[in-house]
């Protein structure tokens, strides 16, 4: 997985997103040329090994083994920039929905939202990083790509709000992994937005998120580029790939590969990968259903991401239980890569949303 490096001579222009997961940490250098992303070099490595443990579980290695292994991966794909941007995981994150009064004045309206925050953080606000986005209300010049987020709250004289806090200590973790690793972060940012930014084409109508991670499977709905709503289960990946062991009578590195070559094209037994599953989206449907009910609207798509969602033949699966258009993330469709590589980088393209995402935000910058 280096040897793009050694097709392309320029690197001034290269940058970096890595996304730091509970059970592999992934790279993505993108260079931008002619106003596109050209894809430069890419990899993963998993934790589960420095830790003891199987590839694909998930661990809690202590930040020294981190780093070391990020060392490792930034020299096995012969990444040649410092300059990137960085995930923070869903888990060590805050996300909540809140109403607050409209104030046509950006100053007024930034101090309501930061005294109101207070009340929805349960810890002291000097303890996180606070942001936070004003989710734009759906009107009509919006799905001709014309938003006017002030005015359509203003006649109910309140504005939804999406806040944002990560802790401290979490920021300061990661840039101590960041800095012993020899990189340069200008930015932290939380995986759902990273995920939204490499795999969400409609950004006005409401799409979901099936981030099937290592532990556990994150689902949000994204409208307006915007988490609308969020939740999580616990069961991910790593229970799929038991799943696959335990009824085949194999290896846990076995099952792993059966999960990529064969996955859900196997016939139901008991443990197999459609228990798990069902699991899953049996919690899935319930939050769509709230989401609609709610906001009285339908989700346009479903979109699969996360190393669950490498499993073979899980959007022919998925087709199946939702009647809506569902799709396995393809975030490398949004770089410039060599033709060759197209079937490969579409196969593994779940597992590297987050990382497409941050570097495409850190081309943004240059």
Request: charged share 20%.
């Amino acid at each position: 997985m280096s040897f793009f490096s050694d097709l392309f001579a320029k690197k001034e222009k290269s940058v970096l997103g890595v996304d730091i997961g509970t059970s592999s940490l992934k790279i993505v250098q993108l260079r931008k040329e002619h106003g596109q992303a050209v894809l430069e070099t890419y990899g993963e490595l998993s934790l589960g090994p420095y830790g003891g443990g199987e590839i694909g579980q998930a661990t809690n290695l202590a930040p020294e083994q981190i780093v070391e292994t990020l060392k490792d991966l930034l020299r096995e794909a012969k990444v040649t920039t410092k300059n990137c941007g960085v995930s923070v995981p869903y888990a060590r994150s805050l996300l909540t929905l809140v109403e607050l009064p409209y104030r046509a004045d950006p100053k007024e309206q930034k101090t309501v939202i930061e005294l109101e925050a207070r009340k929805y953080i349960p810890v002291p606000v000097s303890e996180v990083q606070l942001d936070w986005f004003v989710v734009p209300e759906a009107n009509p010049s919006q799905f001709v790509g014309e938003e006017k987020a002030g005015d359509a709250s203003a006649p109910s004289g309140k504005i939804t709000v999406l806040l944002v806090a990560v802790h401290n200590d979490e920021l300061t973790l990661l840039q101590k992994i960041v800095a012993g690793a020899g990189l340069a972060a200008s930015f932290y940012e939380i995986e759902i937005f990273s995920t939204i930014r490499a795999v969400v084409d409609e950004q006005v109508k409401p799409v979901m998120i099936i981030d099937v991670g290592a532990a556990s499977t994150k689902v949000y709905i994204a409208e307006h580029g915007v988490v609308a709503i969020s939740h999580a289960i616990s069961a991910g990946s790593q229970d799929i790939t038991r799943a696959i062991a335990v009824s085949s009578n194999i290896s846990i590195p076995q099952a792993e590969a059966i999960k990529k070559t064969q996955g859900l094209a196997q016939d139901g037994a008991l443990g197999s990968p459609e228990l798990v599953f069902s699991r899953i989206f049996s919690e899935v449907r319930r939050v769509l259903m709230q989401y609609e009910t709610v906001h009285k609207k339908s989700v346009a798509a479903i979109v699969f991401t996360g190393g669950g969602g490498v499993t073979k033949e899980l959007g022919v699966y998925a087709k199946n239980i939702f009647s809506i258009d569902v799709r396995v993330a393809n975030p490398f469709a949004k770089t410039e890569a060599p033709a060759f590589m197209r079937p490969v980088l579409e196969e593994i393209g779940p597992e590297f949303a987050v990382a497409v995402g941050l570097a495409l935000r850190k081309l943004d910058e240059i």
